[in-house]
Structures are given as structure tokens and as C-alpha cells.
């Protein structure tokens, strides 16, 4: 997870220098980018996969994205050989059904109002944890989430576990 926008085009050209394939997990973002609120891997990134119940607000689930390309003809058998059977089984009718629902409704302006609101309450968040003198890893947020550093309270996560 990271709080700060995400530069696919340069991920994409450090990909392309060294020969290797780009996919981008958008679990955490997949919401924002289908409503415009954070840029979109999809131009850049030869795999791009999301869970369905984050940001998109639907059922538990998960979908993966591909780009046919000559630098990888069988991606398609590469990934349906990794998903199943070992991965998934028969198909859940009633998720299908959810995840249908659910981004009919991202795709209304509701939910695009939603996500600005998502982006901006995030926003006032860490600059009020700033204002009161508290470290954000990353000197802020440009999505949903907000990384503070708790270590100079002498917190850290094996003590908060306790």
C-alpha cells in the first residue's frame, strides 16, 4: 500500500530497459482508477490484477487483466494454468452476480462523487496528523491512504501487537 500516485509510465520504461514484464497489483487503488481519482496501469502494464472488495466496495473476489503482446504469447495459458484448478474452483454464481451489481455502480456518478470524497477526506486526515507535529512516511497522501509513522511515539508493530 502506498499513499502517493503512482508513476506506471516510468515502471513501464525501467520494464522495457531491463526486459521484464510489468504487472501492477491495484488492490488498495482500483476504485480510484475506475473513477479517474489515480492514474491508470492499463496503458502501461502488461498484467494488472485488483480484489473487488477494497476500494470497489464489491464481493470478496479478485480479477486479473492481460495485454496479448509478442513478448508473451501464452500469457493467457501462463495465467489460467496458475489460477486453476489450484487457485480457484467452480464458479461462485452469487459473487458473479454481486461484482455485476457492484460496477454497474461504479460506473455512476454517485460513486465517482464517492471517490473524490474518499481522496479528500484522506487529504484533511493527513494534513491534521501533520499540523500536529505527527510524521507521515511519505509527507502525505494522494489517494486513500494515509502511512503515519508511529515510531516516534516508540511504537512499532510488534509492540502494538501485544
Not at 500516485?5 to 525501467?14: C, E, L, S, V, Y
Not at 481519482?37 to 502488461?46: A, M, R, T, V, Y
Amino acid at each position: 500500500a502506498y499513499p502517493r500516485t503512482i508513476d506506471f509510465a516510468r515502471f513501464r520504461a525501467i520494464a522495457d530497459e531491463v526486459g521484464a514484464i510489468l504487472m501492477a497489483d491495484i488492490a488498495h487503488i482500483s476504485g480510484l482508477v475506475a473513477t479517474k481519482q489515480h492514474p491508470s496501469p492499463f496503458e502501461h502494464c502488461d498484467v494488472v490484477t485488483t480484489t473487488t472488495h477494497k476500494s470497489l466496495r464489491g464481493p470478496r473476489a479478485g480479477m486479473i487483466f492481460f495485454k496479448y503482446s509478442e513478448a508473451i504469447p501464452d500469457i493467457k495459458e501462463r495465467i489460467d494454468m496458475a489460477v486453476f484448478p489450484a487457485l480457484q474452483g467452480g464458479p461462485h454464481n452469487h459473487q458473479i452476480g454481486a461484482l455485476a451489481a457492484q460496477l454497474l455502480e461504479v460506473n455512476t456518478p454517485e460513486f465517482v462523487e464517492y471517490s473524490k470524497a474518499v481522496v479528500a477526506n484522506s487529504s484533511t486526515l493527513a494534513e491534521a496528523l501533520m499540523a500536529k507535529g505527527h510524521k507521515l512516511a511519505s509527507g502525505g497522501t494522494d489517494n486513500h491512504l494515509v502511512l503515519w509513522d508511529l515510531r516516534p511515539h516508540g511504537l512499532t508493530g510488534s509492540k502494538v501487537e501485544k
